[in-house]
Every structure is written in C-alpha cells, then in structure tokens.
C-alpha cells in the first residue's frame, strides 16, 4: 500500500510540475503563426500592389511607336539588376525548392525579384505578378519558420503557406489560391502536402483580408461575363469539345516557349542583353497590337466588352502566345497563370464565331480552364479559381473542360521541376 501511495504522489507532483493547460478548441500556437503569415504576405502584396499600379500608369502615358524604345529599356534595366543583384529564378525553382529542398525558399533573391519584375510588370510584359508575390511571401514563410525553429513539414507548410497567401492576394480567391499554391507542387499527386491545407486556408485568408483593404479593391468577379444557365445536359459535351481546342492551343504554347527558350539559349550575351533583345520584341509587337501588352487582368475585360473581327482575333491569340513564350524565355520576371487566361479568353471568342448558338459564357470559361490546367496541371484549383474570378456559378463544366486540359497534357509537364526525380 505505501508503495502505490508513493506512486500516486510522484504521479500528482509531476503533474503538478507542467505548465497548466487549457484549450478545449483546435486552436493552437501554429493558427497564430499562420495568421502573422498572411497578414504580412497581404501587406507585401498590396504594397507591391500599390507600386506596381504608379509604375504602370507612368508608362502607359508612351503609346504608339514609343513602346518599342520604353519596352527595351525596360529590359536592360531589368537585366541589369539581375546581372548585379542576383538571379531571383523562376516558378520552376520555387517548385523545386518546396519539394526537393526541405521546402526552404531563400529570400535573399527578394530584392532582385521585386524590382525587376515591377519593371517588366509595368513597362507591359506579356506576364503577372502572381509568380514574385509567391517567391516573396513563400520565402517569407520561410523565414519565419527558421525564427520560430521549425523543421521538416512545418517549415514546409509554414512555405506553402506563404505562397498560398501570395496567390490568394492577387486572385482574390483565399480557396482557389490555397489550392493552386498545393496543386503546382506536383503533377501526379496532389494529396502529398494535404498536411499544408489548413495552414495555406489560414494564411490565405488573412492576406485577402489585409490585401482588399490595402488596395480597396471591389469583392465582385474580375472579369465580367454574360449570364450563363445550366439547362442543356450537351453543355458537358461543349465544354469537353471546347477544352480539347483549348489543350491544342496550350501544346502550341509549350512548343513555341521551348522554340523561343532554345534560340535563347544560343545567345552566349549577358542577361541584360537577352532581356533587351526581348524587350524589342515585345514592343514591337505590342506597337501593332496594343492589347498584347501588359498581363491582362484588366485588358481581359476590354477584350470581352469590344466587338472584335474574327481576323482580329486570330492576330491576337497567335501574337499574345508568341508574346507570352518571349517574356518567359527571355529573362523577363513575372507569372504566366493569368496572361494563359487571356489566351484561353481569346480563343473562346474565336470559337463563339463559329458556334455562336453554344453560350458565350460556357465557351470562354471552357477553353480559359483547359489552357492553363494543360499548362500548370492545377485542374483543381483552376476551376475554383475562375468561378470565383468570372462569376460562373456552375463548377462542373470548368471541371470538365479543366480536366480535359490536365490529362490531355503533355507527358513531360511545362514546369519541369512538378516531374519527380528520378523521370
């Protein structure tokens, strides 16, 4: 009997000894984390923001012929920044780091990748600020976890977090944005960083809170579509037969891009060089073409509001991908999510000329889902992504016009680093 008493009483006194404890909820230390997280990642985001809308709106007084010297100046001073401070990378890099690097992202390329890509942003390169907004608040999160001593999947998720709270500023779409900051990592598996979900929900939230009262920006759609409703039982057909033309359109991106990448990379010149070259190219282009300039997140509503002439838009849809594949490969920073749906917009409207009895709506949301799942693999995420940004209210046909671009993709992914090891 003594013994068991003393048992007892070094059991009571060891309890006695811990921290007293009471949480009777799921919440926890790490929800606060993931709150700082994307409170800062909104900050960031609508600062970049703010600057990247007075830096476009000074540019866009040059029109005509002077888009061409403006657009190459542009590109070597962006060139010349990487050249000095540093080679920010691309989304392949902040794929490959999240899934082969401890899901570390270094923000010492932060500088490097801000001022250069708000400087191609602005001058009208043809891609978004979706890609440095993720390096920026993706290697932030990483940060943040090495302050608080996190390792292995909580750093990683802590990461994704990051990112997931960059996308969700731009987008506007905290579920959308969370699950295109996971559905990127990889091609094939989308579950394999779940674990991240909650703490990308989180972070995503408090950035689109902050981000909207930053910018003051409107909680509608983006882009504005005619109304569409679900009656026809065929309009699942459409949409398949629609995201087949669309997936035809995103193989074309992707050889074209390589095209582009492979004389690029014949070039032995410095970056700035390459950067001016493309500079050039996308001036000239944009002085015969005007809406190709810029990454389209108002330029899309220009497009779907004006009356078009089918040569018209044939002009543009193979410009606007040949400007595209021209920022991306030569060493213009930004992201290409966006500008894939202006191409998937673009071919909507030229399908509609020759099946106008099939809606607008359909047409368009089909073939803008099925370019950019071919593309970034993210079907998923897309089509949550585009109901929250046009207003479609039906998912199921965006579903299946985004999974018509996904499994009928090319084998190898167009962002190299989704590709496991090893293939």
């Given at each position: 009997?003594?013994?068991?008493?003393?048992?007892?009483?070094?059991?009571?006194?060891?309890?006695?000894?811990?921290?007293?404890?009471?949480?009777p909820f799921v919440f926890s230390r790490m929800f606060i984390l993931w709150a700082l997280l994307g409170l800062l990642g909104g900050i960031m985001a609508g600062v970049y923001w703010i600057v990247l809308g007075f830096l476009t709106d000074g540019m866009a007084w040059f029109t005509g012929w002077q888009v061409i010297p403006v657009m190459a100046f542009a590109g070597l001073l962006a060139g010349l920044i990487i050249h000095f401070i540093g080679e920010p990378g691309e989304i392949q890099l902040i794929v490959n780091n999240i899934r082969f690097n401890k899901g570390k992202l270094d923000p010492k390329n932060n500088p490097s990748m801000i001022l250069s890509s708000?400087?191609?942003?602005?001058?009208?390169?043809?891609?978004?600020?979706?890609?440095?907004?993720?390096?920026?608040?993706?290697?932030?999160?990483?940060?943040?976890?090495?302050?608080?001593?996190?390792k292995g999947e909580e750093l990683r998720s802590l990461s994704i977090a990051g990112m997931a709270s960059g996308f969700t500023a731009l987008f506007g779409a905290p579920l959308g944005g969370s699950l295109f900051a996971l559905e990127i990592l990889h091609h094939k598996h989308a579950v394999q960083y779940y674990r991240a979900i909650i703490p990308a929900f989180v972070a995503s939230c408090f950035s689109y809170l902050v981000f909207v009262i930053i910018v003051q920006m409107g909680l509608g759609p983006a882009w504005e579509l005619p109304s569409y409703e679900l009656v026809d039982k065929f309009d699942f057909a459409y949409a398949v037969l629609f995201g087949i033309m669309a997936t035809v359109v995103g193989w074309v991106f992707i050889f074209c891009t390589k095209f582009f990448k492979?004389?690029?990379?014949?070039?032995?010149?410095?970056?700035?060089?390459?950067?001016?070259i493309g500079g050039i190219l996308l001036g000239t282009i944009a002085f015969y073409l005007p809406l190709t300039r810029?990454?389209?997140?108002?330029?899309?509503?220009?497009?779907?509001?004006?009356?078009?002439?089918?040569q018209f838009l044939i002009a543009?849809?193979?410009?606007?991908?040949?400007a595209i594949a021209v920022t991306v490969t030569s060493g213009w920073r930004g992201g290409f999510i966006i500008p894939l749906f202006f191409v998937g917009a673009n071919l909507g409207l030229i399908i509609h000329h020759f099946i106008p009895e099939v809606n607008l709506s359909l047409t368009i949301v089909s073939c803008m889902a099925a370019v950019n799942a071919c593309v970034t693999r993210t079907p998923m995420s897309t089509t949550i992504l585009l109901a929250t940004l046009t207003g479609f209210a039906?998912?199921?046909?965006?579903?299946?016009?985004?999974?018509?671009?996904?499994?009928?993709?090319?084998?190898?992914?167009?962002?190299?680093?989704?590709?496991?090891?090893?293939h």
């Open positions: 009997m003594k013994l068991k008493r003393r048992r007892k009483l070094v059991t009571y006194l060891n309890i006695l000894d811990q921290p007293i404890r009471f949480n708000l400087i191609c942003i602005a001058a009208g390169g043809s891609l978004g600020p979706e890609a440095p907004l993720v390096q920026v608040t993706g290697s932030t999160g990483t940060w943040m976890g090495k302050l608080f001593r996190l492979s004389g690029y990379e014949k070039l032995k010149v410095p970056i700035y060089i390459k950067t001016f810029y990454f389209d997140h108002f330029e899309l509503n220009e497009l779907l509001t004006r009356d078009s002439t089918l543009l849809l193979i410009f606007k991908i040949i039906y998912f199921i046909p965006i579903l299946f016009a985004s999974l018509t671009g996904y499994f009928l993709a090319p084998r190898i992914p167009f962002i190299s680093s989704q590709m496991d090891k090893g």
